[in-house]
Each structure stands twice: as C-alpha cells, then as structure tokens.
C-alpha cells in the first residue's frame, strides 16, 4: 500500500494563499491519478480537483475553478494544491487520494469511491 501523507494546511484570513502537499510514501507505477477532497464542518466529503498522471488532464470543482491549482513534481513523487483568493467557505479537511484510474476516467468526475487510498488530511481555516 502507498499512502499519501497531507501537509501544508494553516489558518489564513480570507484573500490568502496556501500550499497543499501530497507524498505518497513511495514512487509505485500503480498510481495513474490523484485528488484533492475536503469536507468542511458538518457537511459531507466533496472533491476539489483531480490530475490524471498520464495526460496531464485536470478537473476542478467548479467552485475553486480560477482559484485553485494543481501540479504534480514527478520527481519529488509530490503532487500540490495551490489555493488563492481564499474564502471562508473552504474552510475544511482536506484529503489527498491516490487511484489507479487511467486517462479520460481520471477526469470523467471526483467521486471519492474511485480513490483506494487516502491520506489523514489537512486542516485549512480561513477566516473572514
């Protein structure tokens, strides 16, 4: 099993920027796509933006789209979320998951069944 381990999540006033990181434990040619998830307080998991590791294809919810970006460091095995103009409505735990899932099926949706493995999350706080 590869795991991905979260990092980088903080408190910031809204406007603000953070920097997620997500590594998995070891390189592994199973990984073909990964996600970032969150689930704010009191509501469900939801997806946040997808990568495929093969095309280079992303999909993000449509309320990050323009605010939100993703980018995979093959070399550092690391995949980040790079989260500007900061609103207090993305305040949640935010999870990294890794899947096996190949091209178009990658980017087809962010459904969290997909996903086999998950990290334990980070937390981002933004406040008004």
């Known amino acids: 099993q590869v795991r991905p381990v979260e990092s980088g999540g903080g408190s910031v006033q809204a406007g603000g920027s953070l920097r997620l990181s997500c590594t998995a434990s070891r390189p592994s040619a199973d990984i073909k796509c990964l996600g970032w998830f969150r689930q704010p307080p009191g509501k469900e998991r939801e997806g946040v933006a997808v990568?495929?590791?093969?095309?280079?294809?992303?999909l993000y919810a449509g309320s990050v789209r323009g605010r939100f970006t993703l980018a995979h460091d093959n070399a550092k095995n690391t995949l980040y979320l790079e989260m500007n103009s900061l609103k207090p409505e993305d305040t949640a735990m935010y999870y990294c998951?890794?899947?096996?899932?190949?091209?178009?099926?990658?980017?087809?949706?962010?459904?969290?069944?997909?996903?086999?493995?998950w990290g334990q999350g980070t937390q981002v706080t933004v406040s008004s």
């Open positions: 990568i495929s590791l093969e095309s280079g294809s992303t």
């Open positions: 998951a890794t899947s096996g899932l190949r091209g178009g099926y990658c980017t087809r949706g962010m459904i969290a069944g997909d996903f086999n493995f």
